[in-house]
């Protein structure tokens, strides 16, 4: 009993390993080529329509982006501070974009009104509150700030 299954599983498994090393033939040798009269021929009408997309444009429109700010709290400029201190009512000097003498006395000043360090020099946390006079809110008119 033994035997004449051993045979029939030898004879299985040659014949799976010799029709694993076939090869196939490439398409083109399977396929017969076209004649042009027998394209001629061919119902375009039956055939499925083709859709042209278009080529991506070869030029990209230039797009400015605006910069980021620098990483960190945020720097006032010396004429953002001055513009600031004047409208707290705090310097009544020019606002020139230099600070001197007048404008660390006023930021001294404003440090001390509103219990801050009093170090004349406008870090995060004095800006934090001198800030939010550089742009005021309009006034209506005959009302006094």
Known sequence: MRRPVLTVLILALTVCLASCGKKQQ??????EPISMEELSRIDVS?????TVTPEPALFVEEVKLEQLPPPGPYKPT????QMALKNAGFYAGV??????????KAITDFQKANNLQADGKVG????????KYLNPAPTKPGENR
């Open 46 to 50: 039956t055939a499925p329509a083709v």
């Open 124 to 131: 995060p946390k004095t800006w934090m509150v001198l800030g």
């Open 26 to 31: 490439p398409i083109a040798e399977t396929q």
């Open 78 to 81: 010396s004429k953002e501070i």
């Open 95 to 104: 606002v020139d974009g230099k600070i001197g003498p007048q404008s660390k």
